[in-house]
């Protein structure tokens, strides 16, 4: 067959490749051995089970190679999916940063395409699935740490939906990481960074070692050992963090937990008080809360702000001064593959993946709240025991002398696959056997403190609430300090899955092909707690108890097929269609088709229909409950009890989160439209449009939307005046206090989003001061919208934060390269466009809403050049945030970390990097 222009010229190769699914760059070995001969070898591709000729895929593939990471200075999986125009909303270390009742999942980094969520997007490692992060939790998905990055050759994203090929998971797309194949030598890698300010040090070091020329030997085995360090990064080391003037602009969103210690009057308290002419410090006060040291309160933690939670007469603890931004890290991973030659066409491998990721996350120290049967008597307040003789009253304090909070946490990933490839009477099959499993343990080691001998020291006047306690105080606090592996969990997958495929005959257009597969696979998920969690006597580590046992198991059994058909040399139809069946959840059938028209060698154009599934993952169906709690929200029915004090009725309130054994799968349709052409011998521009609509969707209603519906929702609210028997929910006729707010996943309505993917690659500029090329891959998202349950409005996210999260208008990654001889360089722009911020979070002195704020665009510029001062050693430096841009201001009230948005901008600052490579050959 004689090869195609678009193969046989270098740009147009390219941008076929970039146009149907093998993307505008292939790496080095497979360029070189494509001009060395006019016989292309036919390989498979993300997005299909046919094997056939790069330049001959149909779907929009987009290619990172090993060259690409290289030169961005990426050395995990979590900052190469961030570097992703396409991905939103991802899971990082940033959003994991909540110490203090929001340790669901801490740890996950993720993957999440189009924004469609953690759950719908598939990670795979050499096109076939890993275990899931074992923590329970919201999100079910491939923990990105796992990842063997060190041996990476490329990844291959495919942005379509993918439900009928790879089944559940696949809706958003796939993200496929593909390892080397065949390796012969060693080489050496060496990487160290450091920020310009201070903290979020980086080194890593790799080794790669292989033997055996599969072509001579018939053999060939490698193996890959990467370690990694990153350094901790602390607010104390940030001037932006000072910049942002959290204290100034959201001292609402701060915490009334301060030390010394806030008092909580009641309204007939207050009177009292106010009829004695009793002051603080020359001051009658007016509010409900009150401080004794106000208002010199204790800087620069404790602050008295007059719009701060802690009210005027109180203090507000800025806990942005008490905190870490980045975690302190370690990874190692391994990597080894063999295959052998058996002859006759036929070849066996096998794979063997060992990952370990260590993070420690720092938080700030511990508070207590002492209410209800746990009211400090006022005989214990000097100055108010003469005042209020013979009472007692509600305190909230921030215990500074038990130091910071700092948690553990470890994920262990591995992975073993043995399979066969090869031909055999004209199919081309491949099979094999894969069992995955993740590992994680959650350790509280410092902060956390046993509670009811929290409490009954401060009682016995031990712990001081008010100020600095005695030598024999601290002495208890350290005895009563917890340093225990308080959750643990494990999921596994097995599986077997084989696939063939063959030429039937030949068509106009090249051979009619087809294939078949199948897969048989045993998830499992196990999660259990130490004695001292499920004793429920952990300060701040709360539990419900011997639900956080969990032990379930399900089977799954797929079958799938697809047809290629090129009709003609303009005219090519991909077919698919595949059924999966959930164990208790039942089958679904899923159907796609795929069309490449090419009426030139200058332009193609594409299109593909199908749809998609989402099965729900054994969290959804069966996780422990979790405890954890809201951003600051006012309670209309309490805030009516208390005559509107936000003081006392806007709070963190409590919330219980509970599994639905009763979940339907998520359903999907989808379609794109697409184009690629190609300029001139230099410029390929590709574009395609997507959407996607999801029903059925899997979701939990927002606490704010539960609060500011209940006429709707209020049976989901527990308040102590209603006698439920609610274990913590002691009956109090006169309390309207919320006792926790209840969330189930359910299935809920529809999501719908769509937008533009654009690509523009230039490339082969040769001059006389060298050899230039730019590559921009943007996304532009025209709509991201979902309803909170069925017959619902649907409510926007679209260059709008709302909940937990915003889906940018525009992203996109640009990058600029010159080489000439030994030397190279290359420029790179991150970008992220502007939107309106969540401009939701309440005042709780004023009850006025925060003054509305549009997030600025985040851009950020990266810089690396290169020397290869021989044929086996080449060195690299490069300056990530090569301006020093700070995260833009936010007033999100969903993270932890307030004043700007942790999700998805970097905390580092300008970070410089030296790496080297050597090869011994």
Not at 102 to 123: C, E, H, I, W
Not at 320 to 327: I, K, Q, S, T
Not at 394 to 422: D, H, I, Q, T, Y
Request: aromatic share 8%; charged share 25%; proline share 4%.
């Amino acid at each position: 067959m004689t090869p195609p222009r678009a193969c046989t010229r270098p740009v147009l190769r390219a941008t076929a490749l970039a146009a149907l699914m093998a993307s505008t760059a292939v790496t080095s070995h497979l360029a070189q051995a494509q001009e060395a001969t006019s016989t292309l070898n036919r390989v498979e591709v993300t997005g299909s089970a046919i094997k056939r000729l790069e330049s001959e895929t149909a779907l929009p593939v987009q290619v990172i190679t090993k060259a690409d990471i290289i030169k961005a200075g990426i050395t995990t999986a979590a900052e190469l999916v961030a570097s992703i125009s396409a991905a939103s909303n991802s899971l990082t270390d940033g959003a994991s940063i909540a110490i203090g009742g929001y340790k669901d999942q801490m740890g996950f980094n993720s993957a999440n395409l189009r924004g469609l969520g953690t759950s719908s997007t598939l990670v795979l490692l050499n096109g076939r699935r890993m275990a899931n992060f074992a923590s329970p939790g919201d999100d079910a998905g491939v923990d990105l740490n796992t990842i063997p990055m060190a041996a990476i050759q490329r990844v291959e994203v495919l942005l379509d939906g993918a439900s009928a090929l790879y089944g559940a998971d696949a809706i958003g797309g796939v993200v496929n990481f593909i390892t080397r194949k065949d390796y012969q030598g060693l080489q050496l890698d060496a990487y160290a960074g450091a920020s310009k300010e201070g903290g979020a040090g980086k080194r890593s070091a790799s080794l790669a070692g292989g033997f055996g020329d599969y072509a001579k030997d018939g053999f060939n085995v490698f193996a890959v050992l990467d370690v990694q360090k990153t350094d901790a990064l602390s607010t104390s080391q940030r001037k932006f963090i000072s910049d942002l003037k959290v204290p100034e602009r959201l001292p609402h969103l701060l915490s009334s937990y301060p030390m010394p210690a806030n008092i909580l009057l009641s309204d007939d308290q207050l009177t009292a008080l106010q009829d004695q002419g009793f002051k603080i410090n020359g001051r009658v006060p007016t509010s409900t809360t009150i401080n004794l040291s106000a208002p010199n309160c204790n800087p620069p933690h404790s602050l008295n702000l007059k719009d701060g939670i802690g009210g005027p007469d109180g203090c507000t603890f800025d806990y942005m001064r008490d905190v870490e931004l980045y975690p302190d890290s370690k990874k190692l991973s391994f990597l080894s593959r063999g295959v052998l030659d058996l002859g006759g066409g036929h070849q066996a491998f096998a794979e063997l993946s060992l990952a370990k990721a260590e993070t420690n996350y720092v938080g700030t120290s511990t508070r207590i709240r002492l209410r209800r049967a746990n009211e400090l008597p006022t005989s214990m307040i000097p100055g108010l025991d003469s005042a209020l003789p013979d009472e007692t009253v509600e305190v909230r304090a921030r215990l500074l002398e038990a130091g910071p909070r700092k948690s553990n946490l470890e994920s262990r990933g591995e992975r073993l696959v043995l399979g066969m490839s090869g031909a055999l009477a004209g199919w081309d099959y491949d099979w094999a056997l894969n069992h995955s499993t993740n590992k994680v343990a959650d350790r509280d080691v410092r902060g956390y403190l046993l509670y009811q001998e929290l409490i009954d020291g401060i009682h016995k006047g031990l712990i001081n609430v008010f100020g600095p306690s005695s030598a024999a105080g601290r002495d208890y606090l350290e005895k009563i300090q917890v340093n225990d592996e308080v959750r643990s969990a494990k999921g596994s997958m097995s599986s077997f899955d084989a696939k063939a495929s063959r030429e039937l005959m030949r068509l106009d257009g090249g051979a009619l092909a087809i294939a078949f597969g199948g897969e048989l696979r045993r998830e499992k998920v196990e999660s259990r707690a130490s004695e001292l969690l499920l004793s429920d006597n952990i300060n701040e580590d709360w539990t419900p108890g011997d639900s956080q046992f969990v032990k379930n198991s399900r089977k799954v059994w797929a079958a799938y097929g697809e047809l290629n058909a090129p009709f003609t040399k303009q005219v090519e139809l991909q077919l698919a269609l595949r059924h999966d069946h959930y164990q208790k959840i039942g089958g679904s059938t899923n159907p796609k088709i795929g069309l490449r028209y090419q009426p030139s060698t200058d332009l193609l154009l594409r299109a593909s229909a199908g749809r998609g599934f989402r099965a729900p993952s054994m969290n959804d169906l069966y996780r422990p409950t979790k405890f954890g709690s809201t951003q600051v929200l006012p309670d209309p029915v309490y805030c009516a009890d208390v005559n509107n004090d936000f003081g006392r009725c806007a709070n963190n309130w409590d919330t219980q989160t509970y599994s639905n054994p009763n979940l339907k799968p998520e359903r999907s349709r989808q379609f794109s439209l697409g184009m690629v052409f190609e300029a001139t011998r230099n410029l390929s521009v590709s574009l395609d449009y997507w959407n996607i609509q999801k029903s059925d969707l899997i979701s939990t209603i927002g606490e704010d939307i539960i609060l500011a519906n209940l006429d709707k929702y209020g049976k989901l609210v527990h308040r102590y005046n209603m006698d439920e028997g609610l274990e913590g929910c002691d009956y109090d006729p006169d309390d309207y206090e919320i006792c926790f707010i209840e969330l189930r996943k359910e299935n809920r309505g529809k999501q719908r989003t769509s937008g533009l993917d654009i690509t523009m690659d230039l490339k082969g500029l040769r001059t006389g001061v060298g050899d230039f090329g730019a590559k921009l891959v943007g996304t532009l998202a025209l709509k991201s919208e979902k309803q909170t349950g069925y017959g619902d409005g649907f409510v926007s996210n679209l260059g709008k934060f709302v909940t937990d999260g915003v889906v940018q208008r525009w992203r996109h990654r640009l990058t600029v390269d010159w080489s000439q001889g030994p030397w190279s360089l290359s420029l790179s722009n991150n970008y992220i466009s502007a939107y309106d911020d969540q401009n939701s979070a309440i005042d709780t002195n004023s009850g006025k809403v925060v003054e509305k704020n549009k997030v600025k665009a985040y851009s950020l510029w990266d810089l690396s050049g290169a020397w290869n001062a021989s044929k086996d050693l080449t060195l690299r430096a490069g300056i990530k945030n090569l301006f020093n841009t700070a995260p833009p201001y936010s007033n999100q009230a969903y993270f932890f970390i307030s004043g700007y948005d942790p999700s998805y901008t970097d905390p580092r600052g300008r970070f410089g990097y030296l790496s080297v490579q050597y090869q011994f050959r």
